[in-house]
């Protein structure tokens, strides 16, 4: 059973860059399909980029495309987001979530995921 763990949220000025680490252990994360996710607050967690186990094809939600970019090392066994030019509307907690069956979808939900991490805090205010 792969365990995750999220790291690399922060306080950040409106046009700055993040990057989210989602480390796992327990299992090799490439047999997984990974995806990251964001809740505001007093909204709904919101599926934002997914990163597929067969070929590593990328997904993203229509409100990041050109900003979110997902990426996987596999040596260290991590899963990075990569986020520029955050807004303000970005402030959320971010969780990654891995799925070893489903894969991938151009819609991301979480129901398709079932493992998660405890999430890291981004907050984008000037």
């Known amino acids: 059973q792969v365990q995750l763990v999220e790291s690399g949220g922060g306080l950040v000025q409106p046009g700055g860059s993040l990057r989210l680490s989602c480390a796992a252990s327990?299992?090799?994360?490439?047999?997984?399909?990974v995806g990251w996710f964001r809740q505001a607050p007093g909204k709904e967690r919101e599926g934002v980029s997914c990163?597929?186990?067969?070929?590593?094809?990328?997904y993203y939600a229509d409100s990041v495309k050109g900003r979110f970019t997902i990426s996987r090392d596999t040596a260290k066994n991590t899963v990075f987001l990569q986020i520029n030019n955050l807004k303000p509307e970005d402030t959320a907690v971010f969780y990654c979530?891995?799925?070893?069956?489903?894969?991938?979808?151009?819609?991301?939900?979480?129901?398709?995921?079932?493992?998660w991490g405890q999430g890291t805090q981004v907050t984008v205010s000037s």
């Open positions: 979530a891995a799925n070893a069956i489903l894969g991938c979808t151009p819609i991301i939900h979480t129901e398709q995921y079932d493992y």
């Open positions: 990163i597929d186990s067969s070929d590593s094809s990328a």
């Open positions: 327990g299992a090799l994360l490439d047999y997984y399909s």
